[in-house]
Structures are given as structure tokens and as C-alpha cells.
């Protein structure tokens, strides 16, 4: 069944557009209600999170206001991180959370996204039945939402839990939480082991969540990193479920680089289980290299952590995750979580004694190129023949030396490119040649 309104990611878009506005959130809060009453009889309480956008309380309101006509019991952990609200969901067994976000997009947009039981994410059958089932919007007034306390303590207590106490006294870590949802959530876990913390991106007005800051923009990060001489530096994004570092040395990790670490040390120590990483098609080959050579293996998926926790869950995995910097650490979170995975790979760290510019040596990367173009339609890939073309000849070129993906974003009107090779010069020819193709088939704007 196809999804009209659903992406990668839950439902995303401008605040006031067509699809992200108070009547379809109402509609899709009474959808998403009657769905999980049809599945689930005994369905009573749904826990609400939201990041800190200026939006969100009036989304909020409306998903709940849907959620009551559905005869649920709409309940909001006010501001909170994504991975909280699935630890929520998971502690208070509870049978669906929604967590009003747009992640790492512009503070314009936003987003709805959901977790059912066990906190985690919805398949996409799932999504396209939700689908199905919206209704008008539901009529009557929105009256106050009911109040839960004390999510944010539980995700922090379980963050701060995975390192000794005092185990981070005399460090220094610089920390990016975009203006979003984990401005007090992980200054507390780091500071409560023992960290000075350096904060940026820490001061939310509603508008300036991600703006040039968080895992998207790595470059203040870097530079304060170098400048306060610190160990490390942690960047999430908007609503926390994503983690890039920076090295002492100024250095930006990304996920693939990260998930890199963890799975060679839990190799090393005998704790990934099945011997067994999940990674998306967009991750650098070199992962596979490295984690071959310590004897392990690497299944990859569709792009999106929820592919990833799917196919985690089909292989038993507990690790798995996304160059973009969702990690996900299945014996602590059932999604996605930022937090956890910087905590983890401090553990590494500390297990080891080396800084984090030796640790990344770990990962060669195959030379690689990424490209975002932004268009005015989506059109199927099948009907741009030029580009289509392109794609086939450099696939041909390549061969098992290298690879292309070509994909549109789940949540942006943008195509993205990936070109992967043996030498820098040969994939440069292969990125200049796809971009000179979708300009030929596609408007790009």
C-alpha cells in the first residue's frame, strides 16, 4: 500500500503548508488513534513529546485534540528528546507515543512522528493503514493536556548510568544541542559524571533550533573544540536522536565513523552480538572493510533508522545506524538516541585510553561524494532517461570498485547523489557527470 503522507520519517513539512497545520495534525491524531485501537484493544494513554519550536504546542494540541475523539487519553512529557519519548513509551508500557518534531529541518518546518509498542517506530504498513483512516477533522474544543513529569529524569538517569560515576571529572566537552529538545537533558548527564561542559546551540526562542548549529552545521563545534581545548565535542540535532563528534584535534566524525568504533570494540570485547553491524546503502564502503577484517559483518538497509531498527530486529542485531549520525544501541534505546551513542563511544574512550583522533583511524574511507539537489517535482526516476543512462554507464565503469546512489530525500523536496570510488579523480568524473544529467531531466531550484 502506498503512503501519500508519511516520508522516511514520520509526516514533515513548512508549518502552515498544506500537510503540516493544525487540522491535518487533528485528523492524523484521530487516524493514528482509531489504528491503534483497532490493533490494540486495551489502548488508553498516548504519551506526547515535542522539540523546541514555536509550533510545536499549537501541533501538539491538535494531534491530541484527534487522539480524544478517538476516545485515547492524550498525556505530554512536555520537551523532550525523541529517544525519551520511546523510553517513555517502552517504561510506562504504553501502546503508541508521538513525538512533534522536524529533526535536524529549519525551525519553519515540522514534523509528527510515531513509536507503538515497545517504542519503536511504525513499519510502513503501519503508516499507509494510519492512512487509511483519516477522517474529517474532528469538531469540539481542545481543552489543557494532561501533564506527565518525569520523563526527562528517567532518560537522564539512564544516560548517566552507562559510565562510572566521576568518570568524566577533568574533562572538557563542548556540546551543540541545536537550540532543540536536549538543551537540558545532556549538559545534565555530562556534567553529573564530572564534565565541564561548553555549551552552544543551548538557548531556544522557538525559532532558532538548528540554525547554523547541531549535527548539521559541525563548524562551531570544531573550532570551540579547538579554542577551549577540549577532549571531545558531541553535536545532536533538533530532537536528539543524532550524534556527530568532533576529535581534540578539531576533527568532525560522522555516524559511520562512530558505528565504526563501537562495533570494533564490542567485537574486540565479544558483546556484538552475532558478530552482526546494520548500516544503510548510504554508509562509506570502508565500514564493511573494517569490520570484515575484525571478523565481523555488515547488513545494510534502506535508508531511514527505521529500515535500520527493522533490519536489527530481523537479525537480532543490537547495533546499527546511519552515516547522518543516527546510532542506535538496541540494549539501551529502541531507537535512534544521540546521547546514548556519545555516551558509548566515551566508554570506548575510557576503555582504551586513546583520544578519539586515534580511535577514527579505524575507518579508511573509500574517497566519496555527496551531493543535495533541491527540485521542483519529484519525478520518478524511471522517466529521466538521461539520467538514467548516466547511471547505468558509471555503474558499468565502476564495477565492484566503487558504487552510485541515487535517491530522493523522505523528507525534503531534494535528490540526493553518491558517488564512491577508488581515487578522488574518479569520483569526482562520476558526480560531475550524474549532476550534469538531473539538470538535463529535472528542474533544479
Known amino acids: 500500500m502506498k503512503r501519500l503522507y508519511f516520508g522516511t520519517d514520520g509526516v514533515r513539512g513548512p508549518y502552515g503548508g498544506p500537510l503540516i497545520n493544525a487540522e491535518f495534525a487533528s485528523r492524523l491524531g484521530a487516524a493514528a488513534g482509531a489504528w491503534i485501537r483497532q490493533k490494540h ?22 494531534v491530541a485534540k484527534g487522539l480524544r475523539m478517538a476516545g485515547l487519553t492524550p498525556v ?10 520511546a523510553r517513555a513509551v517502552v517504561r510506562k508500557a504504553v501502546r503508541l507515543g508521538v513525538v512533534i518534531t522536524a529533526s535536524h529541518n529549519p525551525a519553519a518546518d515540522n514534523g509528527i512522528k510515531f513509536f507503538g509498542p515497545g517504542g519503536v517506530k511504525l513499519t510502513d504498513e503501519d503508516e499507509a493503514a494510519i492512512e487509511s483512516l483519516l477522517g474529517e477533522a474532528p469538531g469540539g474544543v481542545i481543552s489543557a493536556p494532561v501533564i506527565l513529569s518525569g520523563a526527562a529524569e528517567d532518560y537522564c538517569a539512564t544516560a548517566a548510568a552507562l559510565l562510572p560515576a566521576g568518570s568524566l571529572n577533568g574533562w572538557r566537552i563542548v556540546l551543540d544541542t541545536a537550540n532543540g529538545a536536549t538543551c537540558a537533558t545532556s549538559p ?25 548549529v547541531g549535527s548539521e552545521h559541525p563548524e562551531q563545534l570544531a ?64 565500514v564493511d572493510a573494517a569490520i570484515q577484517a ?10 531511514g533508522d527505521r529500515y535500520v531498527i527493522e533490519g536489527m530486529l530481523a537479525e537480532g542485531a543490537v547495533l546499527g545506524g546511519e552515516s547522518s549520525g543516527h546510532i542506535i544501541c538496541a540494549d539501551v534505546s529502541p531507537t535512534g538516541d544521540g546521547l546514548v551513542a556519545a555516551m558509548r563511544v566515551i566508554e570506548v574512550m575510557l576503555a582504551t585510553g586513546k583520544p578519539l583522533s586515534e580511535l577514527r583511524r579505524s575507518l579508511r574511507k573509500f574517497p ?17 532517461p538521461v539520467l538514467t543512462k548516466a547511471m547505468a ?4 565503469e565502476l564495477g565492484a570498485q566503487g558504487r552510485i546512489l541515487v535517491r530522493y530525500s523522505g523528507t525534503e523536496p531534494k535528490l540526493r547523489l553518491l558517488a ?15 549532476k550534469a544529467a538531473v539538470h538535463v531531466d529535472l528542474e533544479v531550484v
Open 223 to 286: 573550532a570551540m573544540v579547538r579554542s577551549n581545548a577540549a577532549r571531545l565535542g558531541i553535536a545532536h540535532d533538533g530532537d536528539g536522536d543524532r550524534c556527530v563528534l568532533c576529535d581534540e584535534q578539531g576533527g568532525v566524525l560522522d555516524g559511520d565513523e562512530i558505528l565504526t568504533i563501537l562495533a570494533l570494540h564490542a567485537i574486540a570485547c565479544g558483546r556484538l552480538k552475532l558478530q552482526t553491524l546494520v548500516i544503510t546503502v548510504q554508509s562509506n564502503l570502508g
Open 41 to 62: 484493544a486495551d489502548a488508553g494513554v498516548v504519551l506526547i513529546g515535542r522539540d523546541t519550536r514555536a509550533s510545536g504546542e499549537d501541533l501538539h494540541a491538535a
Open 188 to 212: 545534565a548527564v555530562l556534567r553529573r559524571l564530572g564534565a565541564v561542559v561548553i555549551g552552544l546551540g543551548d538557548a531556544p526562542d522557538g525559532s532558532n533550533i538548528n540554525a547554523g
Open 76 to 85: 505530554s512529557l512536555g520537551v523532550v528528546p525523541t529517544p525519551a519519548v
Open 393 to 396: 554507464e558509471i555503474e558499468q
Open 368 to 384: 566519496q561524494l555527496t551531493a543535495a539537489l533541491r527540485v521542483k517535482e519529484k519525478r520518478p526516476l524511471e522517466n529521466c
Open 294 to 303: 575484525a571478523g565481523g559483518r555488515v547488513r545494510r538497509t534502506a535508508v
Open 420 to 434: 564512491e570510488g577508488p581515487t578522488e579523480s574518479v569520483v569526482a568524473s562520476a558526480m560531475d557527470r550524474l
